[in-house]
């Protein structure tokens, strides 16, 4: 009995736990007066069959994250789900393309497969999912059918790759250095670094791999130029590459390096004079010396200030007017040397001021040089361009007669002064020889009159100092000239110099270059006429070790813009070995230095850049030994960038414009470490009021 008399007329049978057959049913019925066992019951019996529950899997489905296709490296998760069963298991398999099935995770409850797909090949992959219950001994009771499938594609290729190096070139042996390259254009790059030391082939540093970093380690490598290539490709992708660097970067490690770049010497520093500071500067064994319009001021090798005088303190002029200042370092003798030129306001008495330092301690700026000047009345010695060799102090100049109200050029002078013998901290006034005079002008081979004649600062010994001038283009016969003069000073029996003419070198076609614009239509800045600047010598051993001079100027380029031209002269042989030219695009390239480093067959080549959208930088490039002629190696160093246009008192009448600018810069070597080359040039700051803005910086490169 399942439910006792009652007057309830319904019943509830909770089959649980019972088992499956075929159950009959019964129901008495009486009245509720009646004691009879039944007054009626159901006949025949209804039945009630309860069937076994089922244990089998009807079906089984997957869902892929992320969906298909995607590029070889992607994870990818499968999540299946079956019907039919209590208590589902799940076996995972795999066709890869071409090839057999297999299992990937065995019979579980786990539901989910996560599929690497790094390191697979492109193509067709074909899943499948079996299903059966907890309870079953079935190879499967459901699976897949039709197979899904995911494909694995390369996706798009890599359209370009760049990289970055931290800390950035130049740096010393020994440091290590982090190279990160980026891909565009392909969502899973791969990348491969290449590696080509100074003189040798490339090969691989690192292969193909998901890793956009390199970590170079030059510890134990040597000093020179070294090359880069990162090739980059899709995930997946067979090719060799889809995108690489080109022109391959370059990375310059420099023995004795310290990544010395630093501001100098201000407008502010002096009161807001002068315009233009006349930037030079150069490097000893223990100090930096900066000298400018109108102060001098010494630093240690890492740019700290030591100590600085106002130039005309420093040099003996008093209450003259100072300006066009140069400082040289001489090994040969082991002491500093200067010159400048001083006049009065109306320009009735003006000199040439030269001298030296008493010992190689250039730091005691009010004792410990010896000062000397040679008076020329009206006859202003302007631009005076200072160099040395083993014997002389040179100086040249070009002349202009002040006494005139149209102050014309009359010729360029050279200046001669034997050297202080070793040791020496007497002032002994030495003798001055002039090499030219209104009576007898300066010329050169073809005739023409000489313009800025350069001594060059000779940097190893060399008992003939070489004399460097571009025919200029301001001068009969005006316009575009090809023609370097070059002349040697002799050191005679009676020990007097004489001067001998070498003749002309012919060089690319050059002219006067157009003035500089500014951003915000500012004046234009003055790019000079060009004429060289400077020059530094030493003997190349690439050349078979002759003495060769390095120099350089600014002329007329491409597109209307000034551009850099440099050049390595063999003046003994009358032989340009090389010339080549720092170019921009967009921008007038102007107001350069060259020079090699000790090592005498590489140099670093500064300059100022900037045009209608760029306020100038102070920039740099190198030229390694192994460089072909004629080329500096990939990649420019920016030193320092102006804050603003140049709008100072010298861009407007009376004065201009065009604004002035350098008038030049400085470079030279490092007496101590071969491959380093230190220099100086001008950037622009905010002129208020029309008071100058400029500023200096000191810097070092290495080739």
Same mark, same amino acid.
């Given at each position: 009995? #399942?439910?006792?008399?009652?007057?309830?007329?319904?019943?509830?049978?909770?089959?649980?736990?019972?088992? $499956?057959?075929?159950?009959?049913?019964?129901?008495?019925?009486?009245?509720?007066?009646?004691? +009879?066992?039944?007054?009626?019951?159901?006949?025949?019996?209804?039945?009630?069959?309860?069937?076994?529950?089922?244990?089998?899997?009807?079906?089984?489905?997957?869902?892929?994250?992320?969906?298909?296709?995607?590029?070889?490296?992607?994870?990818?998760?499968?999540?299946?789900?079956?019907?039919?069963?209590?208590?589902?298991?799940?076996?995972?398999?795999?066709?890869?393309?071409?090839?057999?099935?297999?299992?990937?995770?065995?019979?579980?409850?786990?539901?989910?497969?996560?599929?690497?797909?790094?390191?697979?090949?492109?193509?067709?992959?074909?899943?499948?999912?079996?299903?059966?219950?907890?309870?079953?001994? +079935?190879?499967?009771?459901?699976?897949?059918?039709?197979?899904?499938?995911?494909?694995?594609?390369?996706?798009?290729?890599?359209?370009?790759?760049?990289?970055?190096?931290?800390?950035?070139?130049?740096?010393?042996?020994?440091?290590?250095?982090?190279?990160?390259?980026?891909?565009?254009?392909? =969502?899973?790059?791969?990348?491969?670094?290449?590696?080509?030391? =100074?003189?040798?082939?490339?090969?691989?540093?690192?292969?193909?791999?998901?890793?956009?970093?390199?970590?170079?380690?030059?510890?134990?490598?040597?000093?020179?130029?070294?090359?880069?290539?990162?090739?980059?490709?899709?995930?997946?992708?067979?090719?060799?590459?889809?995108?690489?660097?080109?022109?391959?970067?370059?990375?310059?490690?420099?023995?004795?390096?310290?990544?010395?770049?630093?501001?100098?010497?201000? #407008?502010?520093?002096?009161?807001?004079?002068?315009? =233009?500071?006349?930037?030079?500067?150069?490097?000893?064994?223990?100090?930096?010396?900066?000298?400018?319009?109108?102060?001098?001021?010494?630093?240690?090798?890492?740019?700290?200030?030591?100590?600085?005088?106002?130039? #005309?303190?420093?040099?003996?002029?008093?209450?003259?007017?100072?300006?066009?200042?140069?400082?040289?370092?001489?090994?040969?003798?082991?002491?500093?040397?200067?010159?400048?030129?001083?006049?009065?306001?109306?320009?009735?008495?003006?000199?040439?001021?030269?001298?030296?330092?008493?010992?190689?301690?250039?730091?005691?700026?009010?004792?410990?040089?010896?000062?000397?000047?040679?008076?020329?009345?009206?006859?202003?010695?302007?631009?005076?361009?200072?160099?040395?060799?083993?014997?002389?102090?040179?100086?040249?100049?070009?002349?202009?007669?002040?006494?005139?109200?149209?102050?014309?050029?009359?010729?360029?002078?050279?200046?001669?002064?034997?050297?202080?013998?070793?040791?020496?901290?007497?002032?002994?006034?030495?003798?001055?020889?002039?090499?030219?005079?209104?009576?007898?002008?300066?010329?050169?081979?073809?005739?023409?009159?000489?313009?800025?004649?350069?001594?060059?600062?000779?940097?190893?010994?060399?008992?003939?100092?070489?004399?460097?001038? $571009?025919?200029?283009?301001?001068?009969?016969?005006?316009?575009?000239?090809?023609?370097?003069?070059?002349?040697?000073?002799?050191?005679?029996?009676?020990?007097?110099?004489?001067?001998?003419?070498?003749?002309?070198?012919?060089?690319?076609?050059?002219?006067?270059?157009?003035?500089?614009?500014?951003?915000?239509?500012?004046?234009?800045?003055?790019?000079?006429?060009?004429?060289?600047?400077?020059?530094?010598?030493?003997?190349?051993?690439?050349?078979?070790?002759?003495?060769?001079?390095?120099?350089?100027?600014?002329?007329?380029?491409?597109?209307?813009?000034?551009?850099?031209?440099?050049?390595?002269?063999?003046? +003994?042989?009358?032989?340009?070995?090389?010339?080549?030219?720092?170019?921009?695009?967009?921008?007038?390239?102007?107001?350069?230095?060259?020079?090699?480093?000790?090592?005498?067959?590489?140099?670093?080549?500064?300059?100022?850049?900037?045009?209608?959208?760029?306020?100038?930088?102070?920039?740099?490039?190198?030229?390694?030994?192994?460089?072909?002629?004629?080329?500096?190696?990939?990649?420019?160093?920016?030193?320092?960038?102006?804050?603003?246009?140049?709008?100072?008192?010298?861009?407007?009448?009376?004065?201009?414009?065009?604004?002035?600018?350098?008038?030049?810069?400085?470079?030279?070597?490092?007496?101590?470490?071969?491959?380093?080359?230190?220099?100086?040039?001008?950037?622009?700051?905010?002129?208020?009021?029309?008071?100058?803005?400029?500023?200096?910086?000191?810097?070092?490169?290495?080739?």
């Amino acid at each position: 009995m #399942a439910q006792a008399y009652s007057a309830s007329n319904t019943w509830n049978w909770s089959t649980s736990g019972l088992g $499956a057959g075929t159950y009959t049913l019964d129901v008495y019925a009486r009245d509720a007066t009646s004691t +009879a066992a039944y007054d009626a019951h159901l006949s025949p019996n209804p039945t009630y069959v309860l069937n076994a529950a089922s244990t089998t899997c009807t079906s089984v489905t997957e869902a892929a994250t992320p969906a298909s296709p995607q590029s070889p490296g992607a994870t990818v998760k499968f999540t299946a789900s079956a019907t039919g069963c209590p208590n589902p298991t799940f076996q995972f398999w795999l066709q890869a393309p071409g090839s057999g099935w297999s299992v990937t995770q065995a019979y579980s409850s786990n539901n989910i497969w996560s599929w690497s797909t790094s390191g697979l090949a492109t193509g067709t992959y074909t899943i499948d999912v079996y299903a059966r219950d907890a309870s079953s001994t +079935a190879t499967f009771d459901a699976h897949i059918s039709p197979n899904p499938t995911y494909e694995l594609s390369a996706g798009p290729a890599c359209a370009s790759v760049t990289e970055t190096a931290i800390p950035a070139s130049p740096q010393s042996p020994g440091t290590t250095v982090k190279f990160t390259a980026t891909a565009t254009g392909c =969502p899973n790059p791969t990348y491969q670094f290449w590696f080509q030391a =100074p003189g040798g082939g490339w090969s691989v540093v690192q292969a193909y791999s998901s890793n956009n970093t390199w970590t170079w380690s030059t510890t134990g490598l040597a000093g020179g130029t070294y090359l880069f290539d990162v090739y980059a490709r899709q995930n997946g992708s067979t090719a060799s590459y889809e995108a690489h660097i080109s022109p391959n970067p370059s990375y310059r490690l420099a023995p004795g390096w310290h990544a010395t770049d630093a501001p100098g010497i201000s #407008a502010v520093d002096e009161g807001f004079c002068c315009v =233009p500071p006349d930037t030079t500067g150069a490097i000893g064994p223990s100090n930096y010396v900066e000298i400018i319009n109108t102060t001098v001021a010494v630093y240690d090798r890492s740019l700290n200030l030591v100590g600085s005088l106002d130039l #005309a303190s420093f040099s003996g002029a008093g209450t003259l007017n100072v300006s066009d200042p140069n400082i040289q370092w001489d090994p040969r003798s082991g002491r500093w040397i200067y010159s400048l030129i001083s006049f009065t306001s109306n320009f009735s008495s003006s000199y040439v001021l030269f001298g030296w330092s008493k010992t190689a301690d250039p730091t005691n700026l009010t004792s410990g040089w010896c000062q000397f000047g040679i008076g020329s009345g009206s006859m202003l010695p302007d631009y005076p361009k200072l160099g040395h060799d083993d014997n002389f102090i040179v100086i040249g100049a070009n002349v202009y007669d002040m006494s005139k109200s149209t102050q014309p050029f009359v010729t360029a002078q050279i200046y001669a002064m034997s050297k202080p013998a070793a040791g020496s901290t007497s002032c002994t006034a030495p003798t001055a020889h002039m090499f030219a005079d209104s009576n007898h002008l300066l010329k050169n081979s073809d005739g023409s009159l000489a313009f800025t004649p350069v001594p060059t600062n000779t940097v190893d010994a060399s008992q003939n100092g070489f004399i460097v001038a $571009a025919h200029t283009p301001t001068l009969a016969p005006n316009g575009p000239q090809a023609k370097i003069m070059t002349w040697h000073l002799v050191r005679q029996g009676s020990g007097t110099p004489a001067l001998s003419a070498d003749g002309d070198l012919t060089v690319g076609t050059f002219d006067v270059p157009a003035g500089v614009p500014q951003p915000g239509g500012a004046s234009l800045i003055d790019s000079l006429d060009g004429r060289l600047t400077q020059a530094v010598a030493h003997a190349d051993p690439s050349a078979g070790g002759a003495e060769a001079v390095w120099t350089q100027h600014t002329i007329n380029g491409p597109g209307g813009r000034s551009v850099l031209r440099w050049y390595e002269l063999l003046p +003994a042989t009358h032989a340009v070995r090389q010339q080549g030219q720092v170019t921009n695009a967009t921008d007038f390239v102007f107001n350069g230095a060259i020079s090699p480093s000790i090592a005498g067959n590489d140099a670093v080549v500064f300059y100022n850049r900037g045009g209608s959208s760029q306020p100038p930088v102070i920039a740099g490039q190198g030229h390694s030994a192994a460089a072909a002629l004629g080329t500096l190696d990939s990649g420019e160093t920016v030193l320092a960038t102006s804050t603003a246009s140049d709008t100072d008192l010298s861009c407007a009448a009376p004065y201009g414009p065009p604004c002035r600018w350098g008038d030049y810069a400085g470079a030279s070597p490092d007496p101590m470490n071969s491959g380093v080359v230190w220099g100086t040039g001008e950037w622009s700051g905010p002129s208020t009021f029309g008071f100058p803005g400029w500023g200096t910086q000191n810097f070092a490169l290495a080739t």
